[in-house]
């Protein structure tokens, strides 16, 4: 992982650490924590819930009861010598799920249960992690890219330029930032830029998935971003 500096992620305040302090009691900054939980983690959740249920109506109902779970904290049998946080999650996402089709008398709705879901053995569907992994993916990625715009809106052109128009020259991409911005920007500027932008990038990137693990040693940060088939973006581009 080329642009990771093991010192650096050290310091990364972990969200096991805010799973933590939402759960160290009911003072001001414990319930500050459990909304900074749901604030976090509402993009992935809310993006696997619609997708296992296929229903927005139905995906809605059971996300307020998972933020009103973590709210009222709930959540605090989480054990980071269990594993990870987003494994965790997804239990509770899957037995949400489940419950909701078990409690419907409506024989209909039990059979839109997907597969996944539906054995009795709630195991089975946390073995197939591969519907929450891409919504988990999906959020981490769009949590970068909205620290990329925060950090510098030129980089942020600069790569969206690239990203959505890779078949372009660089002076063509070039010219497409310069209207973005309202900046000249040459093909030169734009090569020296990009350079910089995927660099940022790649370090924010690695900075959102080291702060979902518990302290994670270089291995570890490498191996998640492999099974979240996110390495790809933290290795240096010729």
């Known amino acids: 992982m080329d642009r990771d500096d093991p010192t650096r992620i ?7 650490s805010l799973i933590r302090k939402a759960h160290a009691g009911d003072d001001t900054s414990a319930t500050s924590a459990r909304h900074a939980l749901v604030d976090r983690y509402c993009g992935a959740a809310w993006r696997y ?60 709705l039990s059979q839109a249960l997907p597969d996944s879901l539906a054995s009795k053995d709630v195991s089975a569907a946390i073995d197939d992690e591969s519907e ?20 510098s809106a030129t980089l942020a052109a600069v790569l969206r330029a690239h990203v959505e128009n890779e078949d372009l020259t660089a002076a063509e991409k070039g010219m497409i930032v310069q209207g973005m911005l309202d900046s000249p920007f040459t093909a030169n500027r734009y090569r020296v830029m990009l ?25 570890e940060l490498r191996q998640e971003l492999r099974t979240l088939r996110l390495l790809k973006y933290c290795q240096r581009k010729t």
């Open 10 to 16: 050290r310091d990364i305040a972990t969200r096991w």
């Open 49 to 108: 819930l619609l997708a296992v249920t296929g229903n927005e109506q139905i995906a809605e109902e059971l996300f307020q009861e998972l933020a009103l779970r973590m709210l009222r904290g709930d959540l605090r049998h989480a054990d980071s010598s269990k594993g990870r946080f987003r494994d965790y999650l997804k239990t509770v996402l899957v037995n949400l799920v489940r419950d909701h089709y078990r409690k419907r008398p409506d024989g209909e």
């Open 132 to 151: 929450f992994v891409d919504c988990w993916r999906d959020e981490l990625l769009q949590k970068t890219w909205t620290a990329l715009g925060q950090s």
């Open 195 to 219: 350079h910089r932008a995927r660099d940022k990038f790649a370090k924010l990137l690695v900075d959102e998935v080291a702060a979902t693990l518990d302290s994670p040693t270089e291995a």
